[in-house]
């Protein structure tokens, strides 16, 4: 069994900074990516930002603004938001990509998601 437990969200002014934690546990043998997912109130969920080795992508509505990192060690990602606008306000969902076995398939885990709101 694989867990995603997602930390960080509240609610922040625009221009304030929030940083999002979420750690995977349980029976991994190996993480190929992890990112950040958003869904906002009638809207579809979208990719925000994810790494894969030492390789990042950002949905370009937060480029240069967000920043993704990993710390392998503790098989955690993390998202540093900066100059938050309110348009960034949705729940945010962890994701990864893992194999719980070496011969095993990869497959897509999710976190139960977090809140980030973003006041004008």
């Known amino acids: 069994q694989v867990q995603l437990v997602e930390s960080g969200g509240g609610l922040v002014q625009t221009g304030g900074s929030l940083r999002l934690s979420c750690a995977a546990s349980g029976s991994i043998f190996s993480i190929t990516a992890m990112g950040w997912y958003r869904q906002a109130p009638g809207k579809q969920r979208e990719l925000v930002a994810a790494i894969t080795g030492g390789s990042t992508n950002y949905a370009d509505s937060v480029k240069g603004r967000f920043t993704i990192s990993r710390d392998n060690a503790k098989n955690t990602v993390y998202l540093q938001m900066n100059s938050l606008k309110p348009e960034d306000t949705a729940v945010y969902y962890c994701?990864?990509?893992?194999?719980?076995?070496?011969?095993?398939?990869?497959?897509?885990?999710w976190g139960q998601g977090t809140q980030v709101t973003v006041s004008s």
């Open positions: 994701n990864s990509n893992l194999r719980q076995s070496r011969f095993g398939s990869s497959y897509d885990y």
